[in-house]
Nanobody, 121 residues
């Protein structure tokens, strides 16, 4: 069974930094895309950043230049380095992995548990 485990949230002052980690465990044929999403209180979940198996990245406009997504293929882990954090970055952050279990199978999305990021002003 594929599992996605996120970690690294916490409380930080505005201007500070945090690094989130997301580990994919279980047997997989490929991990095609991994991404970070966030959901602030009372708001819809939104995309923060994604990275493909080939290393292509995509960022939500408000985090460009402040957040960096990267991956370690050997560890099946994706990181989100968050710098110059702002109070509006406060949210529960979720990791998602788009995975193929087998060479013949389709791509399925697996979500990790959320990790709280709180930025104080």
């Amino acid at each position: 069974q594929v599992q996605v485990v996120a970690s690294g949230g916490g409380l930080v002052q505005a201007g500070g930094s945090l690094r989130l980690s997301c580990l994919v465990t279980g047997s997989t044929f490929s991990i095609d895309v991994m991404g970070w999403y966030r959901q602030a209180l009372g708001k819809q979940r939104e995309l923060v950043a994604t990275i493909t198996s080939g290393g292509s990245t995509n960022y939500e406009d408000s985090v460009k230049g402040r957040f960096t997504i990267s991956k370690d293929n050997a560890k099946n882990t994706v990181y989100l380095q968050m710098d110059n954090l702002k109070p509006e970055d406060t949210a529960v952050y979720y990791c998602k992995a788009d995975v193929r279990r087998y060479s013949w199978s389709g791509r399925y999305s697996y979500w990790g548990q959320g990790t709280q990021v709180t930025v104080s002003s």
